[in-house]
């Protein structure tokens, strides 16, 4: 069972536009969250993060929400450039000082195509 | 070097064959991880390391796969006698000390035939 779900394989969005990634999550143990960007024949490059006592971290183009009684976080990533095309990953843990516990679980991914 | 280091890129295995995955942290990192990653799928939790100590290997899928990290630096990921399920893209991660930003390496990429 996915404890992590980003319901679209896909999104396709125009150049300067704003790109909404979704991700929602099952388990309320969760309290750290994470966003991941791949691009092919690399590994997964850290974008941005959020901790649960948070419902918003903004950097740059990149900002994420955090809704906490939906269990739903999303990327808004504005404006979009053709750079920015990749698979997103959505990633959670517990709060990281929960003892060895260190594993993250992670969405099946987006991949955003963003057209000049 | 700057980053973190896997090799080989990529390991075409007979099945039943052995094989041994290297990965070289960041120097300094602490915490060193192996995910398993298939095709169309996200990563998948192998294993973790605080320095040498092997502190959770709950998603170490059978035990054909071992992992050792001897002397706190680098790791080998080894799989014993190879069937096609364990064709995927393995990849290491490393961190510092309890931070959740993981840096990856480009992955190996093993396909069992």
């Known amino acids: 069972d996915q404890q992590v779900k980003q319901n679209s394989p896909s999104l396709s969005v125009q150049e300067g536009r704003i790109s909404i990634l979704n991700c929602d999550y099952t388990n309320s143990m969760f309290d750290y969250f994470l966003w991941y960007k791949k691009y092919p024949a690399e590994g997964p490059t850290f974008l941005i993060s959020i901790s649960s006592i948070k419902d918003k971290n903004e950097d740059g183009r990149f900002t994420v929400f955090l809704n906490k009684s939906a269990k739903h976080l999303s990327l808004h990533i504005v404006p979009s450039q053709p750079g920015d095309s990749a698979v997103y990953f959505c990633a959670a843990s517990p709060w990281p000082n929960a003892g060895n516990n260190r594993k993250l679980i992670w969405g099946l991914g987006t991949s955003l195509a963003v057209n000049p | 070097g700057a980053g973190v280091s896997q090799s080989p890129r990529y390991k075409v295995a007979k099945r039943g064959q052995d094989v041994a995955l290297r990965c070289d942290p960041i120097?300094?990192?602490?915490?060193l991880f192996w995910y398993q990653q298939a095709l169309g799928q996200g990563p998948e939790f192998l294993t973790y390391?605080?320095?040498?100590?092997?502190?959770?290997k709950s998603g170490l899928p059978s035990d054909r796969f071992f992992a050792e990290r001897p002397e706190g630096s680098v790791s080998t990921l080894k799989i014993q006698r190879t069937q096609q399920e364990d064709s995927a893209v393995y990849l290491c991660?490393?961190?510092?000390?309890?931070?959740?930003?993981?840096?990856f390496g480009s992955g190996t990429q093993l396909s069992v035939l």
């Open positions: 390391f605080q320095n040498e100590a092997q502190l959770d």
């Open positions: 991660a490393s961190s510092q000390y309890r931070d959740e930003k993981l840096f």
């Open positions: 120097s300094g990192h602490v915490s």
